[in-house]
C-alpha cells in the first residue's frame, strides 16, 4: 500500500523569504500523481500544485514550485517570496492512476507560519 | 461558479447519538467524495460516488456510516451510532469525472463534529 510522509509538523518563514516543506512516499508503481494542497483555517483544501510521475521537468505555480525526485521517492514544495497569506497547513497526497478510483492519500500536514 | 457546499459547519453529539451531514456538490460533476480528517492527520477518503453509484467505499466503517447520494447529486452522509473517535472534520469534495490524470477536486469547507 502507498504512504506518504510528512516529518516536519511545524515550519516558519519570514515574509518575503523562501521555505521547503518536504514530503516522501512509498509506491511500488512506476506511475502516478503527487499534490501539494494547502488548508487554511476556514478548513477548505486548496489544490496548490501537481506533479504527473512520468513528468522529469519539476511543476511550478507562480510562487510554488516542486524538487520531484523520483528515485528518492521525495517531492518537496518550495514558497518563494513568502506572504502572510500562505500561513496555513500543506499536504501532500499520492494518487495512483489504477482502476476507476482516484483516492488522494494524505500525509499528515505540515503547518507553516508566516512571520511579518 | 459555486463551491462545494456542506452544512451543518458544526455539530456537538453525546455517543450513541446518530448524525447527519449533507453536502451539495458543483453542478454538473459526476464524481462525490467524503474523506475524514481526524485532528492532527491527514484526511482519509470514506466513500467515492459516480453518478449515484458507488466506487470505492473499502474505509467506511459500514457497521455505522452509510452515505447515499440519489439522483446523482447531493449526498447524505450519516453515521449511527457515534463514536467518540468519529470526532472529525468530514470533508466534501467533486470533481467533474474520474480521469486520475486531469482530475482536480474541489473541497467544501468540511463539517467538524465532536462527540462527547
Known amino acids: 500500500a502507498q504512504t506518504v510522509t510528512q516529518s516536519q509538523p511545524e515550519m516558519s518563514v519570514q515574509e518575503a523569504e523562501t521555505v521547503t516543506l518536504s514530503c516522501t512516499y512509498d509506491?511500488?508503481?512506476?506511475?502516478?500523481?503527487l499534490f501539494w494542497y494547502k488548508q487554511p483555517p476556514s478548513r477548505q483544501m486548496i489544490l496548490v500544485i501537481r506533479q504527473e510521475a512520468y513528468k522529469q521537468q519539476n511543476a511550478t505555480e507562480n510562487r510554488f514550485s516542486v524538487n520531484f525526485q523520483k528515485a528518492a521517492k521525495s517531492f518537496s514544495l518550495k514558497i518563494s517570496d513568502s506572504q502572510l497569506g500562505d500561513a496555513a497547513m500543506y499536504f501532500c497526497?499520492?494518487?495512483?492512476?489504477?482502476?476507476?478510483?482516484?483516492?488522494?492519500?494524505f500525509g499528515t500536514g505540515t503547518r507553516l507560519q508566516v512571520f511579518p | 461558479e459555486a463551491g462545494v457546499a456542506q452544512s451543518p459547519r458544526y455539530k456537538i453529539i453525546e455517543k450513541r447519538q446518530s448524525v447527519a451531514f449533507w453536502c451539495n456538490p458543483i453542478?454538473?460533476?459526476?464524481?462525490l467524495y467524503w474523506y475524514q480528517q481526524i485532528l492532527g492527520q491527514g484526511p482519509k477518503l470514506l466513500i467515492q460516488f459516480q453518478n449515484n453509484g458507488v466506487v470505492d467505499d473499502s474505509q467506511l466503517p459500514k457497521d455505522r456510516f452509510s452515505a447515499e447520494r440519489l439522483k446523482g447529486v447531493d449526498s447524505t452522509l450519516k453515521i449511527q451510532p457515534a463514536k467518540l473517535e468519529d470526532s472529525a472534520v468530514y470533508l466534501c469534495?467533486?470533481?467533474?469525472?474520474?480521469?486520475?490524470?486531469?482530475?482536480?477536486?474541489?473541497f467544501g469547507a468540511g463539517s467538524r463534529l465532536t462527540v462527547l
Open positions: 497526497a499520492y494518487r495512483s492512476p489504477r482502476g476507476n478510483t482516484d483516492k488522494l492519500i
Open positions: 509506491t511500488s508503481e512506476s506511475d502516478y500523481y
Open positions: 469534495a467533486s470533481s467533474p469525472r474520474v480521469d486520475p490524470g486531469a482530475n482536480v477536486l474541489t
Open positions: 453542478s454538473g460533476h459526476a464524481t
